[in-house]
């Protein structure tokens, strides 16, 4: 069927404030055009006046007009202003090659050309929609990249040497004052002392990396920390700043108080941010109006009840939803199961799961490949047939404890636990049992943090085990109980078997731990809640061939200042550790030491 002829009437521009004002009546109108664009006199004028148009969607017509033959029957547009623009254009011709149709949509664009633009006016505005693009981003990038200003406490220096790389790619601030304090405590043996000349040592080598001005900014990626991104500047000259009468400006805290709010009110074009593990110094700021945060790189959990707990209780209906296609065989005395489904992906290797009842199952998670996972059972400790050291299991928690203790395949073992839930008596048994029954082991290393409860008593003399024999009431007190033995073994075998005990338990200070290497030991950690993520990692890391690390403390009783629930290094490594065949954790639940501590435990 031929087509109707086209109309004269000649192309125009789209208005938009007529379509502006069609979109208010709810109207959409359809635009026909058929003639030639007519010659503007002013292509420069018409761009200026283009430019005034905030970058709003537009549709150009061919300046070249219609080949012969062709009729544009159709054009319909639709200008969405908060989205950008979605035009739907529709041809057709006389060839008889039917209709094309292109659906061209750009959402939260600023401007969208339909097909092929040839005028220079078309060319001019094009120009101008690319460089308003182009400026945008340039702003949007400028706003987004905008990094903070962290100044930091000496604290912070001490507690984490490596403080410095681990704000990704804000600028750190360094007052005077605060390499001041680093200066006072570069002296001495103590884990502060070697922090503050590592941190020294840092400043040096990255001063000489970076060769610029330390007030203007040094790379911190200067010594191949890629993570950091941003500079590090250092006060080189005296900043004007008023404190209130009631903090004297000759104590350093208020001196760095005193840094921050003058950088505050100096660069009002970013965030300026003091960084303190001091609590009361982050108060104090935060009463000036000044902004002051705890430092977090170190902090493993904000709420300590997620912290992982080693087991999983199993759904009630875990036989009736696995029973079908679990596979079991029994090997060296354990029964295996394979299961597979959605249970699988949130378990982990070396957790354990059990479910009670009728139907009650115990047992280890040893390995997971893709949705399937192999279960093992446990040994019942607390039958006296596998008493160990003469100690049995009480509750499942405990069960679980020895089964770690006591399995060769795991090297690292960590044991959570309120007072009196068994945590020392536990890891001496199993440790007792594998170095003099068993000698998988050659002795038993134990240490502990030298962190006093009430007053330090000062000097100890001796050697280096006496010194540490007022810390070890712990270990006496428990080596007491498993020295009991059999009632009926005369006086000189619980003597002799006292002496073999104290010949094959060391005890050795944290503090010479650095550099040594222990081979085919029995290692325990007690009260390693108080230490710090950088102390446990120096005494893991002292494991060497057939050495076993048992860490285990109490979080709730920390006594290192500027240590959390959430920050200690006993999390460190519970968090860490979690995922490594290796590895093996529990929380101990139930205390078992006597109904007068497990009520004070809870009432007090």
Known sequence: ?????????????????????????????????????????????????????????????????????????????????????????????????????????????????????????????????????????RRKKTKSSASRLFVLDTNVLLHDPSSLFRFDEHDVYLPMVTLEELDAHKKGMSEVSRHARQISRSLDQLMQASGSDPALGMLLDALGNTEASGKLLIQTQGLKFDLPAGLPEGKADNQILGVVKSLQASRTDRQVVLVSKDINMRIKARALGLIAEDYLNDQVLEDTDLLYSGMTALPADFWESHGKGIESWQQTGYTYYRIQGPLVPSLRVNEYVYIEGTQALHAIVREIVGRRAVLQTLRDYGHPKHAVWGITARNREQNFAMNLLMDPQVDFVSLLGQAGTGKTLLALAAGLEQVIEARRYSEIIMTRATVPVGEDIGYLPGTEEEKMQPWMGALEDNLEVLNKGDSSSSQWERSSTQDLIRSRVKVKAMSFMRGRTFVNKFLIVDEAQNLTPKQMKTLITRAGPGTKVICMGNIAQIDTPYLTEGSSGLTYVVDRFKCWSHAGHITLQRGERSRLADFASEAL
């Not at 109108?29 to 283009?50: E, F, G, Y």
């Not at 033959?69 to 200008?79: F, S, T």
Request: hydrophobic fraction near 35%.
């Open 1 to 137: 069927m031929p087509l109707p002829p086209a109309p004269r009437k000649p192309a125009t521009l789209i208005d938009l404030e007529t379509v502006a004002k069609q979109r208010t009546q709810g109207a959409r109108k359809k635009t026909t055009l058929a003639s030639p664009m007519p010659t503007l006199a002013s292509p420069v004028a018409d761009t200026d006046a283009q430019t005034q148009i905030d970058d709003r969607p537009m549709v150009v017509a061919k300046s070249s007009g219609p080949r012969p033959g062709d009729h544009v029957h159709d054009m319909q547009a639709l200008i969405e202003p908060s989205t950008g623009a979605r035009m739907n254009v529709q041809t057709v011709t006389d060839a008889g090659l039917g209709s094309t149709q292109e659906a061209i949509e750009a959402k939260g664009r600023s401007a969208e050309i339909v097909d092929e633009v040839h005028s220079p006016l078309a060319q001019q505005r094009s120009k101008n929609i690319a460089n308003s693009k182009t400026s945008s981003n």
